[in-house]
């Protein structure tokens, strides 16, 4: 395969038992916190993707309403496009990208209140 992909981060620690429906975790870190610990792991993993002649992409995180805390979104990274942009503008590395799940930027923009046209 030409490209391997990940799904974006979080801010806390995640049960996996719990992927894919409410999620159970401890410990929010701060979003500043994780976002760097993110961008320092993408960086890392790009590189080691570019050197083996393959691309490196993430997708973003899908909210759903029910994985709200306090209505925010306090669990998952790279959400909205502002955060795609940022991440892409921090990774800044030849052979990153992004892959997007249209089914998953339908839900979150319906959750977070922003228009889905945006990453267009």
């Known amino acids: 395969m030409p490209f391997y992909s990940v799904h974006a981060g979080f801010r806390a620690t ?4 719990s992927l894919g429906k409410f999620l159970k975790y401890d410990n ?3 979003y500043n916190q994780a976002f760097i610990t993110f ?4 960086k890392l993993l790009s590189t080691y993707a570019r050197s083996q002649g393959i691309q490196l992409l993430v997708e973003p995180n899908v909210v759903t309403e029910f994985n709200l805390v306090n209505g ?7 959400c909205d496009v502002d955060e795609v942009i940022h991440l892409a503008n921090s990774v800044d590395a ?9 089914g ?5 923009s ?9 990453f267009c």
């Open 14 to 17: 995640i049960k996996p038992d």
């Open 28 to 30: 929010i870190v701060p």
């Open 39 to 42: 961008v320092e792991s993408i």
């Open 72 to 78: 925010r979104n306090e669990l998952m990274l790279i």
């Open 94 to 102: 030849p052979g990153f990208g992004i892959l997007l799940d249209t």
């Open 104 to 108: 998953h930027l339908n839900v979150t």
């Open 110 to 118: 319906k959750v977070l209140g922003f228009s889905h046209e945006v």
